[in-house]
């Protein structure tokens, strides 16, 4: 990585990575790295992985999914299921130089691309393995959430079954903790010459946040369950309320500075009071806002039930209260925190059209590094076994003919 000239934008500039992969974790790890400078190369079986097709499509059938979490990484095609195949992506994992030697993969159970196997050839290797589980079983996000909780305190008071969230929150983390361990293996190589074998299960990242987040805690040392709280805030005074318009808005009170807004905002100050005095509770405290939050609220609400949405808005601006109004994706993408943020930036996706696109969420130096397209399946099978195998137009033209590469499609 010496010849690579990096900035603050691009540090990992001079790395390449081999990612096989399908879904979400694995992927967001590898746009992660890419977005740092990294050169991510997703290498696919001939007809793309299982994701490849994966919802949201459009209405010719291209994974706008797909599109979204591989942006600005080059894609190989390749017949992974063959020995020809394995070799040639072997040698482009193991491939010499000190950026190299770095493979990204939540494919569990391939012997070729065992750590040991590769590890022969490049004893530097870094080789990061997503698991569903550290027992080697499998698990996805939505499996992993039921297992440790969270659907048993997640929606209305009065429900009595599991509700599942919709944000796959395992996935992300884990893909994030992926990039970050990579990161940290690619330090530690510079300065000792070693590699890392590194091991992830989604399931523990799952549980370790929640050890982190003090439910497992909780749970440990506290006899009663924590109860579904609907729309409110464990330990804190939050609730959603209805305009007169039916505009709903999430308002949050996590000071007592926010409380006291709140009750000047309503014009019920002297109702709290009162209430205060009648139940012997201090509401500077939080934990007393939080435990009589419900007639709380039900003093707030037909300030907010006798308002439209744009009047509402308009007196929560001149507050300190924390809020927002519920919106829905099709309002947010017209909204100017999107269409005049400078996160985003138009992208020609080839096969899904032109849209606002993310970049990395962080800027350096004020500035946004602009996002890149998506490959399309194999575009880059060529360049990279030419560039990176120095293979020849007659050796490429073969392995085409057997079907052991694919090009573009």
Not at 5 to 34: D, K, N
Not at 220 to 245: E, K, V, W
């Amino acid at each position: 990585m010496s010849e690579t000239v990096r900035s603050a934008a691009q540090p990992l500039a001079g790395l390449r990575v081999v990612e096989i992969s399908s879904f979400v974790a694995a992927p967001l790890a590898g746009m992660t790295l890419s977005q740092l400078g990294a050169d991510v190369i997703r290498v696919d079986p001939l007809g793309g992985a299982a994701d490849y097709h994966r919802w949201p499509l459009t209405d010719d059938g291209a994974s706008i999914y797909w599109t979204g979490l591989n942006k600005g990484k080059r894609s190989v095609a390749a017949d992974l299921r063959g020995s020809a195949g394995q070799q040639l992506i072997s040698n482009l994992i193991t491939d010499g130089g000190p950026g190299g030697g770095i493979l990204l993969t939540n494919t569990v159970g391939r012997d070729w691309l065992d750590y040991d196997t590769l590890a022969a050839r490049r004893p530097d290797l870094i080789r990061l393995e997503i698991l569903g589980r550290a027992d080697g079983s499998t698990a996805v996000d939505y499996t992993v959430n039921a297992a440790i909780g969270f659907p048993m305190v997640t929606g209305p008071a009065e429900h009595a079954g599991p509700i599942n969230q919709v944000l796959p929150a395992w996935d992300l983390l884990c893909g994030l903790y992926a990039a970050l361990a990579i990161t940290g293996a690619v330090r530690h190589r510079e300065a000792t010459g070693e590699g890392s074998r590194i091991t992830l299960p989604l399931e523990d990242v799952a549980l370790a946040t929640a050890g982190n987040l003090g439910f497992l805690t909780e749970a440990m040392l506290c006899q009663t369950p924590r109860p579904r709280l609907g729309n409110a805030i464990y330990g804190q005074y939050g609730q959603h309320f209805s305009a007169a318009d039916d505009a709903t808005f999430m308002i949050v009170a996590l000071t007592s500075r926010h409380f006291h807004a709140l009750t000047e905002l309503t014009g019920t100050r002297a109702a709290v009071d009162a209430l205060a005095t009648a139940l012997d509770a201090d509401f500077t405290d939080e934990g007393a806002r939080y435990h009589h939050r419900d007639v709380l609220t039900g003093l707030f609400t037909p300030w907010f039930r006798t308002r439209s949405g744009v009047e509402i808005t308009a007196a929560l601006e001149q507050t300190s209260i924390l809020w927002e109004r519920y919106r829905s994706f099709h309002e947010v993408v017209t909204d100017p925190r999107v269409t005049a943020n400078p996160l985003f930036a138009s992208l020609l996706q080839p096969g899904i059209g032109t849209y606002l696109a993310p970049s990395a969420p962080a800027s350096v130096d004020g500035a946004h590094t602009a996002p890149q397209a998506a490959p399309r399946l194999g575009e880059h099978t060529e360049q990279v076994l030419r560039d990176r195998l120095h293979l020849s137009p007659a050796d490429l033209a073969r392995l085409r003919e057997a079907a052991v590469i694919a090009t573009e499609s």
